[in-house]
């Protein structure tokens, strides 16, 4: 049954990126190497990118084009062996102290240990929206493909085409969304060893240095093509449902709505509405 669900999802994929205006090109005309000097690096003509961590510096990059909605995919291939102290983010966001974001980071881990995956959504400067997960993969040893699914009605976060997370706009009750500032996609590999394994408990080792992660396959679909809108506006189907249950049952390790010490008195008002968040 996991297979034919699987089927079906890469089947809308394919028909949902014929709907869409597509952004990809290779990472010399799609992104700029911003920092870490030259831990950053494109190759293979542009088709792959890759970032380093060592003890002096981290490393990221940046589109040159900004994007209000849409879908956006990459490929990734992380940190492998021990990868603990690190973090590598894959994330939109806007500038300015009431920025928006929409968030993937990927916590290392001691050798053998799962990867977490942390999401979270800011809206006019705002988080503390964290849901996370353990991956259901070795995410070292090949490529997957993360999936920031962005309109004014919700942010789907998904996994080779598994919808892990959604987040509704629920401006109805207050809750502020993230709909009227264009974002760019970013990507960092950098150290946080002061909390990114097990509440920090475990350092980073330098010995293993330096740390890379690598991308191929960026794409960017926009929404303004002609005939998007039912793409705007759609929710998950039956079977993304099923998928969404199923991570959320199975592999999710932190859900905020859930932290009942941190909000002593009484849960977001938009964990009350939904119980996929």
Known sequence: MATSWFSVLLLVSIVFSCFLAASAGDFYQEFDLTWGDKRAEIL??????????????????????????????????????????????????????????????????????????????????????????????????NFHTYSIIWSPQRITFMVDNIPIRVFNNEESIGVPFPKNQPMKVYSSLWDADEWATRGGLVKTDWSKAPFKAYYRNFNAYSWNSVGTDVWRTRALDATGRRWLRWAQKYHMVYNYCADLKRFPHGRPRECRRSRFL
């Open 44 to 141: 293979n003509g542009g088709r792959l990118l890759t970032l380093s961590l060592d003890k002096a510096s981290g490393s990221g990059f940046r589109s040159k084009r900004e994007y209000l909605f849409g879908r956006i995919d990459m490929q990734i291939k992380l940190v492998s062996g021990n990868s603990a102290g690190t973090v590598t983010a894959f994330y939109l966001s806007s500038e300015g102290p009431n920025h928006d974001e929409i968030d993937f980071e990927f916590l290392g881990n001691l050798s053998g240990d799962p990867y977490i995956v942390h999401t979270n959504v800011y809206s006019q400067g705002k988080g503390d929206r964290e849901q996370q997960f353990y991956l259901w993969f070795d995410p070292t040893k």
